[in-house]
């Protein structure tokens, strides 16, 4: 049974740091394609960030390319998401998805798994 379990979310003033964890199992994620999303209040979910288990080729969105990092840890089994330069903007539920497919895709509707979510506020 495949689990994504996020953690790493909290409180912090604008122009700070949070770094998220995404700690999986239940399979061997070297083929997936693992991402971040994350869902503002009345606003659609959206993607953030993704990498490329296996070969460790990272995509992010415009709004964050600059401040937040993605990367996967092989023995450890989890991707982070280290954001920096925080904006009230970047205010939202963040949420970890796998793609076995193993290719990139926008929608989060092409994702086979997702974590419960670790909520990120950033206060002005």
């Known amino acids: 049974q495949v689990q994504l379990v996020e953690s790493g979310g909290g409180l912090v003033q604008a122009g700070g740091s949070l770094r998220l964890s995404c700690a999986a199992s239940g399979r061997t994620f070297s083929g997936y394609f693992m991402a971040w999303f994350r869902q503002a209040p009345g606003k659609e979910r959206e993607f953030v960030a993704g990498?490329?288990?296996?070969?460790?080729?990272?995509l992010y969105a415009d709004s964050v390319k600059g401040r937040f990092t993605i990367s996967r840890d092989n023995a450890k089994n989890t991707v982070y998401l280290q954001m920096n330069s925080l904006k009230p903007e970047d205010t939202a539920a963040y949420y970890c998805?796998?793609?076995?497919?193993?290719?990139?895709?926008?929608?989060?509707?092409?994702?086979?798994?997702w974590g419960q979510g670790t909520q990120v506020t950033v206060s002005s």
């Open positions: 998805a796998a793609r076995s497919a193993g290719t990139f895709r926008l929608g989060g509707t092409s994702y086979d798994y």
């Open positions: 990498v490329k288990w296996g070969e460790g080729s990272t």
